[in-house]
């Protein structure tokens, strides 16, 4: 298939680019989606913008006051092996080290992995947990969004034809904040997600659950936010108790689909099991437990 690759070096004439291209036109992030698409005949283009000589766009930053923000080309290895990222975000660090293998995260960006909006991203579970926003630009300007809401459907997102993402940012945790991701899937690494699991707990001083946010990746068409696991914890301790009460509501409020990878009751099982662990990890770390 022939196509047009553009190389624009400002996030205005990427803009421009995409609004003029229209009828055929798609951004390119890390291109390890794209490309297979492309190759395989999936979907035809007919011009492709490439961002990666756009200025600004892999850049990660960070301040104590509003958190972290990374660009939406910033790549699975940066996230990877940022320290900062290790330490404080570490659901995000955990998530980034189990997609594909090294060669692909070297390439394979988090604005691209978001813009595929596949159920089964690894990404998406800890973001939604941390709270992260999405910084949209187009031709009218930019917008913002939760992660959650920018994500409509599988392979559909918010984002209107002549839009990109621009920069993905994540609030500063509050103290005795804990986080982690736990995925589990058939082989330990190269492989898609059965279930992935992603929490955000924060306790008082005596270990009682002041703020939680549960999401679950690859059990519905979008993200899942488990609120009904989230308020049932609110100002409980999470005893063994609690944490299979917040599992089994996880479970019933997941809606997988049975495919070659595993029947929905399989599905609904490994909710159960790895919701209650990855809220016991997150729950750990916010006492100061290194795990």
Not at 47 to 73: E, F, P, Y
Not at 177 to 202: E, L, Q
Request: glycine fraction near 10%; proline fraction near 5%.
């Amino acid at each position: 298939m022939n196509f047009v690759v553009y190389e624009p070096t400002t996030l205005p004439e990427a803009i421009g680019l995409l609004t003029h291209h229209s009828d055929g036109g798609i951004p390119l992030a890390g291109g390890t989606d794209l490309l297979l698409r492309i190759r395989r005949g999936i979907r035809k283009y007919r011009s492709v913008i490439n961002l990666k000589r756009v200025a600004g766009l892999n850049d990660i930053g960070w301040d104590q006051q509003t958190g972290l923000t990374m660009g939406a080309l910033t790549t699975f290895r940066a996230i990877e092996q940022s320290s900062r990222i290790r330490s404080v975000y570490p659901a995000l660090a955990e998530a980034a080290e189990v997609v594909a293998g090294v060669q692909l995260r070297n390439l394979a960006t988090i604005g691209g992995n978001l813009r595929n909006a596949s159920p089964s991203a690894d990404s998406v579970p800890p973001l939604v947990a941390l709270g992260a926003t999405v910084t949209i630009a187009g031709p009218s300007g930019t917008r913002a969004l939760p992660v959650e809401d920018c994500l409509i459907g599988p392979g559909r997102t918010a984002l209107a034809q002549d839009e990109i993402f621009t920069t993905i940012a994540i609030p500063s945790p509050t103290p005795r904040n804990g986080n982690a991701f736990i995925r589990f899937s058939p082989r330990a690494a190269m492989d898609i997600g059965i279930v992935s699991a992603a929490a955000s707990v924060t306790l008082d001083a005596d270990g009682h659950c002041t703020g939680c946010r549960i999401a679950l990746g690859a059990v519905s068409a979008t993200p899942l936010r488990v609120t009904t696991a989230e308020d049932a914890l609110l100002g409980a301790s999470l005893t063994a108790g609690a944490l299979s009460l917040a599992g089994d509501l996880a479970a019933d409020a997941a809606a997988p689909i049975s495919d070659i990878r595993g029947s929905a009751d399989y599905r609904r099982a490994i909710v159960r099991v790895l919701t209650s662990r990855v809220l016991a990890r997150a729950a750990a770390r916010a006492g100061g437990e290194a795990r």
